[in-house]
């Protein structure tokens, strides 16, 4: 229950005062109450609420306070109308009116100095609420690097690229004339033994068979076609053969073929374009040496080996013993390549008498694993993160 009675309630006569020094005290008395709760914020008024009448009891203790004092049906100001002022003696309207007066003007004033304070208090908290913190930490997203086989092909093509070649690209699906018939490798001939195809499965009727290339040779045709000497590509890709996986065998792999056609290209620009290729990528005191190979596109073909980096090209390991990488034989084998094949010409209508170059395919799988110390193929497939992070 309230405890404070509220003096408003009853005339001036019923309380006892008939002067003027009675008047300024009754309004004084009013006047203090009201300093006391005006100077509260809300949650002050909240709880006062509950023990004074004074207060009212609307739900915001703000508006429960302004209605308490201001409101027009019953609030202080209109009570002091009706219950002091209407009802005093003549003698006493003209105090009356003027501590009315005084006390109407403080009121309000001191009511819209609270108004503005508690808004600005609310919008202080908010900024405060919405306040970005810049010293936070932010959300780290881990940067990806490229895969090692992916930063082998670039650091192959920035090679080329410095001495004149360009990328050109093809599909990894491919007719068997690109990829055999073409290169100058007929239906039944035995070389197709080496390279255990996938077939795609066609539909019926279809026009051609269909298979997953089983080198980059296909692009030397399809570069050819499209485009008279002279010629200095090279293909990045992705191949795939029937081959059972182990450590140096995969059922897809990636290779650089290359490609050099002009008017007078001669074996020697052919063997110091490798050369020159061999020892940017392994470092200046390698050796090169060629043996001679088979290619049904190429002729004469070469088979290219590089001198072990491992062991400096002794077969002996620094350590003593026998070099594990090159197994003591002082050379590792690279990759084929070779002059041209003449009858490839034919197929392209290029003039084999005037037409001279060259052809590479290299294996990137194969010298990614030289380069860097890889044992296992397989790992640049499995994707595990403690292999990818060795090579950021
Ligand atoms: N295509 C051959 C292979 O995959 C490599 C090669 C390319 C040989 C170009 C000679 C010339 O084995």
Redesign the pocket.
Known sequence: MPTVDNPTEKTLAELGVNDAQGVAEKFAEVRTRFDRQVAFDADEIRSLMLHEAWLGSDSDPVTSLRNFWVGRKAGVLTMITENWLKKSPPSLKGVVGKQFNELKTHIETKLEEQRKRIEEKTEAAALNREQVDLSLPGVIRPVGSHHLIRQVFQEIEDIFFSIGFSIVEGPEIETPYYNFEA?NIPEFHPVRD??DTFYLELPKGAKTPLLLR????PM?IRTMEKQKPPVRVIVPGK?YRRDNPDATHSFAFH?I???ALDTDITFCDFTGTIEYFVKQFFGPSVKTRFRP?Y?P??EP??EFDVSCPFCGGTGTAAAGGTCTKCKGAAWIEL????M?DPAVYGFVNYDAKKVSG??????IDRLAMLKYGVDDIQVFFQNDVRFLRQFP
Request: glycine content about 16%; charged content about 5%.
């Open positions: 290169l080496d390279m089983t080198h980059t040779s030397q191949v290779q073929e290359g490609l190979s290619f596109f190429t073909s070469v990759f084929g390549a070779g041209v060259f052809a590479f395919g290299i294996g």
